[in-house]
C-alpha cells in the first residue's frame, strides 16, 4: 500500500542545534510538502515542491530549509533549531493538479530545548 | 495569498445532534476544497473533496455544503456520534499548495 513514512517520529534538540526531518513516500507523487501543526493555527505550510530537485517557499519559510533529492525523499532543515519550532511536523505528497487530495505521513514531534 | 478560516475552535454535542463546521476562504480562484479528520495522535485522513459552484456532497453521515458566491464552505455531521470526537480541517487548493484551517475540535458526549 503506498504511504508516506517520516523520521524520526520523535526529536528532542538543543536550541542551536541542527535538525534533519526525513519523509519518504511510495506514492509516486510529484508533489511533496512540509506543514507544522500548532493549537490555534492548523497547518501551517512551510516549504514545498514538484519534483526532485524543485523546492518551493511556503507561507512560513523563514528558518527552514527543503531539499528534494528524489522524487521518493523530501527533507525539512533547521539549520539553527529555535525553541519557537517546537511543533509537530506533517509531511504530505498529492498528484500534480489541484484537484488531488492530500496523503499525510504519522507526523514528526520535534521539541527544541 | 489565500486566507481560510474556520469557526468554531472547539465544539461539544451530544449523541444524536448534529454539528456544523464551517469555513471561509478569501481567494476567488480557490475552486477545490477538502475536509480531512484527525483522530488524537494521528495523521490526516480524507474525508471529501468538492468542487463546483454551489455543491452539496454527502458522505457516511454528513453532508459538506460549498458555496463560492460567499466563499463558505461547511461541514454537517447530521447525527454524531462519540466516533466522530476528533479534530477537523478544511482545506482550500487553488494553486497545487493547499492552505488549511485552523481547525475545529469536536467532542461528542453519550
Known amino acids: 500500500e503506498a504511504a508516506v513514512t517520516q523520521s524520526p517520529r520523535n526529536k528532542v534538540a538543543v536550541t542551536g542545534g541542527k535538525v534533519t526531518l526525513s519523509c519518504n513516500q511510495t506514492?509516486?507523487?510529484?508533489?511533496m510538502y512540509w506543514y507544522r501543526q500548532d493549537t490555534g493555527h492548523g497547518l501551517r505550510l512551510i516549504h514545498y515542491?514538484?519534483?526532485?530537485?524543485?523546492?518551493e517557499k511556503g507561507d512560513i519559510p523563514d528558518g527552514y530549509k527543503a531539499s528534494r533529492p528524489s522524487q521518493e525523499n523530501f527533507s525539512l532543515i533547521l539549520e539553527l533549531a529555535t525553541p519557537s519550532q517546537t511543533s509537530v511536523y506533517f509531511c504530505?505528497?498529492?498528484?500534480?493538479?489541484?484537484?488531488?487530495?492530500?496523503?499525510f505521513g504519522p507526523g514528526t514531534r520535534l521539541t527544541v530545548l | 495569498g489565500e486566507q481560510v478560516e474556520q469557526r468554531p475552535p472547539h465544539l461539544s454535542v451530544r449523541e444524536g445532534d448534529s454539528a456544523v463546521i464551517t469555513c471561509t476562504y478569501t481567494?476567488?480562484?480557490?475552486?477545490?476544497f477538502f475536509w480531512y479528520k484527525q483522530e488524537p495522535g494521528a495523521s490526516l485522513q480524507l474525508l471529501m473533496k468538492?468542487?463546483?459552484?454551489?455543491e452539496i456532497n454527502e458522505g457516511q453521515g454528513f453532508t459538506v455544503l460549498l458555496n463560492k458566491k460567499d466563499k463558505r464552505l461547511s461541514l454537517n455531521l447530521t447525527a454524531a456520534h462519540p466516533g466522530d470526537s476528533a479534530a477537523y480541517f478544511c482545506?482550500?487548493?487553488?494553486?497545487?499548495?493547499?492552505?488549511f484551517g485552523a481547525g475545529t475540535k469536536l467532542s461528542v458526549k453519550p
Open positions: 481567494d476567488p480562484n480557490s475552486y477545490y
Open positions: 482545506a482550500s487548493n487553488n494553486n497545487n499548495a493547499p492552505r
Open positions: 468538492v468542487f463546483s459552484s454551489t
Open positions: 504530505a505528497s498529492g498528484v500534480l493538479g489541484v484537484s488531488y487530495e492530500q496523503y
Open positions: 506514492n509516486n507523487h510529484n508533489n
Open positions: 515542491s514538484y519534483g526532485a530537485g524543485s523546492t
